[in-house]
């Protein structure tokens, strides 16, 4: 009887936490079509709800100029609690360290940066890997000894 109550318990809690949504949001510099960076950061984001349906919720604010407004639009989306927010833009960088600090039950992600602390980190694609092979190609073509 005491094992079956407590598996009800746990079976119950999981169904819990799962009923809620993880909610994501995403800070662009540009349109969400803008044909590059915020368009493929929008990409990801579609994606996201592609594979986990409605395990996840996302949001978008696009054309966030730095400074005042995305201060603005980072302490909105924490505000409304969502759980992670991902900062796409390096001049966003000194906002997003003074939004995480007044949210810390919020993750804050930002593109191309380097300052982190206990709930920011930071994601960027590796790109030394094309820079060593730019490398390659230019010492190549310049047809002398250096």
């Known amino acids: 009887m005491k ?3 407590v598996s009800l ?3 119950l809690f999981a169904a819990s936490i799962q009923a809620a949504p ?7 510099v540009g349109s969400a079509n ?7 950061h929008d990409e990801g984001r579609l994606y996201l709800e ?3 349906g409605r395990e996840i919720e996302t949001g ?3 054309n966030v100029v730095e400074g005042e407004q995305d201060l603005e639009i980072m302490r909105s989306f924490a505000g409304h609690g969502f759980d992670i927010v991902f900062s796409t833009s390096f001049g966003f960088m000194d906002d997003v360290v003074e939004i995480a600090a007044h949210y810390p039950e ?3 992600m930002h593109c191309s940066g380097y300052k982190t602390s206990e709930n920011l980190g930071t994601y960027f694609g590796r790109i030394y ?3 060593y092979l730019t490398g390659l190609i230019a010492g190549g073509r310049s047809g002398g000894r250096r």
């Open 3 to 5: 094992v079956r109550l």
């Open 34 to 40: 803008d044909g590059g960076w915020s368009q493929k």
């Open 129 to 131: 890997e094309p820079g």
């Open 50 to 52: 592609k594979v986990f």
């Open 60 to 62: 978008y604010a696009e």
């Open 22 to 28: 993880l909610r994501v949001g995403f800070v662009y």
């Open 9 to 11: 318990l746990i079976l």
């Open 106 to 108: 919020t993750v804050f």
